[in-house]
T-cell receptor
């Protein structure tokens, strides 16, 4: 069974701080996606990483796919209150579906 | 562009009643997914369709749950009879292609069974 473990489960920080959240698995994934979900809304895709070792940047967000394609990380520099939300990673499943982790709930206080 | 549209946004009903959730996917998307989200279990895949055909319904919790996709622009998820443990946020998502392709989510239906 393909599983994705995300850590930490909860994270509360002050505006301006840096943070990293993790997405780990014992399985290899052909690609991983990161989504952000705000309260009362559905998840919205941030990025897809495909190649082992790949690094993608989206403004203050940096995404990395592990060399072995079993893990990924999301680093946020100088977090802002607008970054608050649930961050979900998802891997391509073997049945044409996506397998989601349980997410990291981030709260950035002004 | 119109996104995935779900209705209703909120539903409160009593145990034993039939509940029908509706979804209109993005035009041109050939995959449609139904998910359930709770604090305890996170986002769980219930069932998904490809070109209106159910591909995998192994996530459907019980026979009380059923889903249909009569055409490319409409899908329903039905619970009959409903139970309090069905209370959750139900999401519909659509996408082009399988596996690693992005999914576009609706804003969900918050279901409360009393």
């Amino acid at each position: 069974t393909q599983l994705l473990e995300q850590s930490p489960q909860f994270l509360s920080i002050q505006e301006g701080e840096n943070l990293t959240v993790y997405c780990n698995s014992s399985s290899v994934f052909s690609s991983l996606q990161w989504y952000r979900q705000e309260p009362g809304e559905g998840p919205v895709l941030l990025v897809t990483v495909v190649t082992g070792g790949e690094v993608k940047k989206l403004k203050r967000l940096t995404f990395q796919f592990g060399d072995a394609r079993k893990d990924s990380s999301l680093h946020i520099t100088a977090a802002q209150p607008g970054d608050t939300g649930l961050y979900l990673c998802a891997g391509a499943g073997s049945q044409g579906n996506l397998i989601f982790g349980k997410g990291t709930k981030l709260s950035v206080k002004p | 562009d119109a996104g995935v549209i779900q209705s209703p946004r909120h539903e409160v009903t009593e145990m034993g009643q039939e509940v029908t959730l509706r979804c209109k996917p993005i035009s041109g998307h050939d995959y449609l997914f139904w998910y359930r989200q709770t604090m305890m279990r996170g986002l769980e895949l219930l069932i998904y369709f490809n070109n209106n055909v159910p591909i995998d319904d192994s996530g459907m919790p019980e026979d009380r749950f059923s889903a249909k996709m009569p055409n490319a622009s409409f899908s329903t998820l039905k619970i009959q009879p409903s139970e309090p443990r069905d209370s959750a946020v139900y999401f519909c998502a659509s996408g082009r292609g399988a596996g690693g392709q992005p999914q576009h989510f609706g804003d969900g239906t918050r279901l409360s069974i009393l």
